[in-house]
């Protein structure tokens, strides 16, 4: 990659980080909400999101690779776990895109089994047109089409977040 274009500005990222927010406290009402952050491409929307969802907000931080031979059959294995148990707690994961649904069907899978009270998920971008698993994505920031995107935390080889 030699050139990259803005494809969604600051400032719109910043609007709909708020608007989301809002919506998101307004949904669970007044309880803890614990964001669970899928490392590492989430960070920086991750960080955005708290600071926009009021009142009582926790964060952890869950690491997952995808490694595969083609890009549908792609097996996701955690490589940094959650610190604390989340039985009992409202979780929102928040991931940077959801692409082909395989990751995040891992991730839910994955927490479900350690009973939290609820599991939602929020994400940035979504491509509705690569999904190969159907999997249930409660606040997208922006739908996008079929394209490769960087920055805001999203990477090419590490470079570009
Ligand atoms: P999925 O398991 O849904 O196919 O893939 C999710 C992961 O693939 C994302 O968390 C992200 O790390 C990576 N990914 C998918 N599409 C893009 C993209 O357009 N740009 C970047 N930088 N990463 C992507």
Redesign the pocket.
Known sequence: MSQVDVFINAERIAARVAELGTQIRADYGDVPILCIG?LK??IVFMSDLMRAIPGDVRCGFLGVS?YAGT?ST?I?RITHDLKQPIEGQHVLVV??????????EFLLKTLTVRNPASVRVASL?D?PA?R?VDVPVDYIGFPIED????GYG???DEKFR
């Open positions: 899928v491409g989430s995808s890009e792609g996701v991931e940077d895109i959801v692409d082909t649904g395989l990751t995040l971008l491509k690569r190969v394209r490769f995107v960087v999203l990477d090419l």
